[in-house]
């Protein structure tokens, strides 16, 4: 069965620091990991994506996560961040069926609180 | 282009009623995936339609149903309401050929009394 971890129940961060939220996953088969963005009261956004290929994967708003496999991560990164990037944000992996499904399983999402 | 909408936005039910939830995806898409996010469990995947047939469910209870119109329209329904119910319901809409990008809708506040 596919797990994924996010350690971090909410991480606190000052105007533009750097940022890294940790997401860690556990499966047995090929998986593609996601990492998706909610804001308040709104639905989820995607911010990037890894299928294959390149471990580094660069998203929207200036965000990059980086796939390892050995260590079974794929954690997320900002050089810079806003007080805009204030939000919930949730790793997701789904099994590689070769396009058998979109089942995502999330892990239990990180509160990214930029202060000023 | 559009984008996922669903209906209505907020819900309040009583225990032991029914509920239909809508979900129109993004034009040509064609598959549509529900999930339940509550604070205590977090997001769990429901079940998904593509081209009008389920092609995977989660573990939920029978209460939970589903189904998808020819126009990909998707409809989910809970019957005899628990408490436990209370939830934010999401729909997201992909073109079904791989597992890429799922757009979600801004969900259904569903409250049960």
């Known amino acids: 069965a596919q797990s994924v971890t996010q350690l971090d129940s909410q991480v606190p961060v000052f105007e533009e620091a750097p940022v890294e939220l940790r997401c860690n996953y556990s499966?047995?088969?090929?998986?593609?990991l996601f990492w998706y963005v909610q804001y308040p009261n709104q639905g989820l956004q995607l911010l990037l994506k890894?299928?294959?290929?390149?471990?580094l994967v660069k998203g929207i708003n200036g965000f990059e996560a980086e796939f390892n496999k050995s260590q079974t991560s794929f954690h997320l990164r900002k050089p810079s961040v806003h007080i805009s990037d204030t939000a919930e944000y949730f790793c997701a992996v789904s099994h590689n069926y070769g396009g058998a499904t979109n089942k995502l399983i999330f892990g239990t999402g990180t509160l990214l609180a930029v202060q000023p | 282009k559009a984008g996922v909408t669903q209906t209505p936005r907020y819900l309040i039910k009583t225990r032991g009623q029914q509920v239909t939830l809508s979900c129109s995806p993004i034009?040509?898409?064609?598959?549509v995936s529900w999930y339940q996010q509550t604070p205590g469990q977090g997001l769990q995947f429901l079940f998904e339609?593509?081209?009008?047939?389920?092609?995977n469910k989660g573990n939920f209870p029978g209460r939970f149903s589903g189904r998808q119109f020819s126009n990909s329209r998707s409809e989910m329904n809970v019957s005899t309401l628990e408490l436990g119910d209370s939830a934010l319901y999401l729909c997201a809409s992909s073109d079904g050929t791989g597992p890429y990008e799922q757009y979600f809708g801004p969900g259904t506040r569903l409250t049960v009394t």
């Open positions: 034009s040509g898409h064609r598959s």
């Open positions: 499966s047995s088969v090929s998986v593609y």
């Open positions: 890894y299928l294959s290929g390149s471990t």
């Open positions: 339609y593509f081209s009008e047939t389920q092609r």
